[in-house]
């Protein structure tokens, strides 16, 4: 489990965490933040998921596009995760 600074949140992330990618923004949705009484998905900023996917530290591949599609029942959606080995590594150069 790493932990991830994501807005103004510490997320710990493990390798079962999944964005979503929608076209506009990138959200962890199998992570919840509290907020009063009820809770958001964390929103990755568009620089920090460049840097993600350029260390390799996010990953998509045709059957995450399928299930995104699938799911939403539109093309433009995809599913990423997380490359815990990747991830520890760009924490430390950060």
């Given at each position: 489990?790493?932990?991830?600074?994501?807005?103004?949140?510490?997320?710990?992330?493990?390798?079962?965490?999944?964005?979503?990618?929608?076209?506009?923004?990138?959200?962890?949705?199998?992570?919840?933040?509290?907020?009063?009484?009820?809770?958001?998905?964390?929103?990755?900023?568009?620089?920090?998921?460049?840097?993600?996917?350029?260390?390799?530290a996010v990953y998509t591949s045709?059957?995450?596009?399928?299930?995104?599609?699938?799911?939403?029942?539109?093309?433009?959606?995809?599913?990423?995760?997380?490359?815990?080995?990747?991830?520890?590594?760009?924490?430390?150069?950060?």
């Amino acid at each position: 489990m790493v932990k991830l600074k994501v807005g103004r949140n510490i997320v710990d992330i493990n390798e079962k965490d999944v964005i979503l990618d929608n076209g506009a923004c990138y959200q962890i949705i199998t992570k919840k933040v509290a907020r009063g009484w009820s809770g958001y998905a964390p929103t990755i900023s568009k620089n920090l998921f460049k840097k993600l996917q350029k260390c390799g530290a996010v990953y998509t591949s045709d059957a995450l596009r399928k299930d995104a599609s699938k799911t939403y029942r539109s093309d433009i959606y995809v599913y990423w995760m997380f490359n815990i080995e990747k991830l520890e590594e760009f924490i430390k150069q950060v």
